[in-house]
């Protein structure tokens, strides 16, 4: 039987979001960046309540089909406990839709509100399970949650009845690699973008692939010099940049310039890591065209504070 939590009892946690793939490495490679979105939960007598702040407060349900609210279940249930009620407030700061991990974030947030309602008793795995599973891969919730760099994978069970389970090992960033985002005005469906995915490559773009991921891992953590050359794919890029133009013309006007561009996640957020600042006349021309521009940090782990009223 579930041990009921005592209404008052609340948790904040700021959850970073993060940027996935990095080039080559398809749904494998995170990296967590200083964006964030904030999230309230209190343990109440009945009922649920959702507030909404910022980003997606527009569109975002405001009942138990919101991912917040959908992940704080799967955690308690995880942790053996159950709550009364609850009144969650988030306060979104990174974009909906864009590549940057805000739905991974939110699921992250559900599950450590959760742990740290119950006390902790999940281990970090099993956060990085339990958030990976709203996904169907841990890139950015493991990212989101160990912070910094993230190699993550996933194991399929031969049974076919299992279901799959979610790893992620942290890797340290280099102190100089900073990064900037390009942010268009328009969402991304994850789902429809993989659409355009062939369902076979060749041997050959397939070895480039395994390459430039081992690449990428030392680019992140002692070569940053290698960047521009860690950051290429022949695995999902060319084949959405008829879906993202925008995206697309963009990555190869900054690889063009020498820049280690990508697209982040599924986008339609142009991604850049760099030990130097992107030229300000590259951001002003970005402006113009109506992107967004973000400079951020790598990010640390996902924070929870617990108390009591």
């Not at 309602?117 to 950015?140: I, K, M, W």
Request: contains cysteine; negative net charge; hydrophobic residues 40%.
């Amino acid at each position: 039987m579930a041990i009921e939590l005592v209404p008052g009892t609340f948790v904040t946690v700021r959850v970073p979001g993060s940027s996935a793939n990095l080039g080559p490495g398809f749904d494998t490679l995170g990296l967590a960046l200083s964006i964030y979105d904030t999230v309230e939960v209190e343990v109440t007598r009945s009922g649920l309540e959702v507030e909404i702040l910022g980003e997606g407060a527009e569109d975002l349900p405001r009942d138990g089909s919101h991912l917040v609210v959908r992940a704080i279940y799967s955690g308690l249930a995880a942790c053996g406990v159950e709550a009364p009620g609850l009144r969650v407030r988030c306060h979104n700061t990174i974009p909906q839709s864009r590549g940057l991990g805000s739905s991974a974030a939110a699921a992250a947030a559900g599950v450590v509100a959760a742990d740290a309602l119950a006390d902790h008793p999940l281990t970090t795995d099993q956060l990085v399970q339990l958030a990976s599973a709203f996904e169907g891969h841990p890139d950015n919730a493991a990212a989101s949650i160990l912070g910094s760099a993230v190699v993550s994978w996933t194991d399929v069970p031969v049974d076919g009845k299992s279901e799959p389970r979610y790893q992620a090992a942290g890797i340290d960033v280099h102190p100089d690699i900073h990064a900037t985002a390009l942010v268009p005005d328009f969402h991304a469906s994850t789902h429809a973008v993989r659409k355009v995915l062939p369902e076979q490559i060749t041997h050959q773009d397939a070895r480039f692939n395994v390459s430039r991921v081992a690449v990428m891992t030392v680019a992140l953590q002692h070569r940053p010099d290698l960047l521009a050359e860690g950051t290429r794919d022949r695995l999902h890029q060319p084949y959405r940049a008829d879906v993202l133009p925008v995206t697309a013309e963009w990555v190869n006007r900054l690889r063009n310039r020498g820049y280690a561009a990508y697209l982040s996640g599924a986008g339609p957020t142009i991604m850049v890591l760099s030990t130097e600042p992107v030229e300000e006349r590259i951001l002003d021309s970005a402006r113009d065209d109506g992107l967004r521009v973000l400079e951020l940090e790598v990010a640390g782990p996902i924070e929870a504070t617990s108390g009591q009223a």
